[in-house]
């Protein structure tokens, strides 16, 4: 294991409804990245948190937003969901935004958009 | 656009055999290279990484290897086992977050 804790686990939510992803990332560690991944599809880089301020930003829209609090841990907010939202959503703790630090990943969310 | 991609989806080995697993990437900017290995239901956990200056990693039965003239990146299980069956993904490092892109994933399965 990681350390790395994502909740909840699986959540169904219906197109237009908003939806927020918690992670908890390892201790000691400063950065969390989130990513997306479609089924049978590698994960895609959404946004990254270092010292509580994004970092850095995929091709996403601005309906996902995030934040990261003091403890470091990190929330994903995806606003107006389509049907192309659903899917695995990972996050990964890292020491350092900006190194070749080791990314640790979280189990995930599964996230389905009926 | 940059990418990261793999050359094979589905790769079938013996128990015991070498498995060979090829990644083709397109950033020339990118100077650091992962392979995660994803088991169903879990997140992708590090296998080994390799730096641009360098062309051969070796770990623990894995080694990769890093071609930047063909842009070419192999991973090399010796002696595959029922439980390296998963998905393993190629990722190249890059960006101003140093965020990683991953390619679309290998399914190695082991048989018996």
């Known amino acids: 294991e990681t350390g790395v804790t994502q909740s909840p686990t699986h959540l169904i939510k219906t197109r237009g409804q908003q939806v927020t992803l918690r992670c908890s990332s390892q201790?000691?560690?400063?950065?969390v990245s989130w990513y997306q991944q479609a089924l049978g599809q590698g994960p895609q880089f959404i946004f990254q948190?270092?010292?509580?301020?994004?970092?850095g930003r995929g091709n996403f829209p601005p309906r996902f937003s995030g934040l990261q609090f003091p403890n470091y841990s990190s929330e994903l907010n995806v606003n107006a969901l389509e049907l192309d939202d659903s899917a695995l959503y990972l996050c990964?703790?890292?020491?350092?935004?900006?190194?070749?630090?080791?990314?640790?990943f979280g189990p995930g969310t599964r996230l389905t958009v009926l | 656009g940059e990418n990261v991609g793999l050359h094979l989806p589905t790769l079938s080995v013996q128990e015991g055999d070498n498995s060979i697993i090829n990644c083709a990437y397109s950033?020339?900017?990118?100077?650091?290279f992962i392979w995660y290995k994803q088991e169903s239901g879990k997140g992708p956990q590090f296998i080994i990484d390799?730096?641009?200056?360098?062309d051969k990693r070796q770990g623990q039965r894995v080694t990769v290897l890093l071609n930047k003239t063909v842009k070419h990146l192999s991973l090399q299980i010796a002696a595959t086992q029922p439980g390296d069956s998963a998905v393993y993904f190629c990722?190249?490092?890059?960006?101003?977050?140093?965020?990683?892109?991953f390619g679309s994933g290998t399914q190695l399965t082991v048989l018996p």
């Open positions: 950033n020339s900017a990118s100077d650091y």
């Open positions: 390799i730096r641009s200056n360098m």
């Open positions: 990964a703790s890292s020491l350092g935004g900006n190194s070749y630090n080791e990314q640790f």
């Open positions: 201790s000691g560690h400063n950065t």
């Open positions: 948190y270092y010292r509580e301020e994004e970092n």
């Open positions: 990722a190249e490092r890059s960006g101003s977050a140093r965020q990683l892109t």
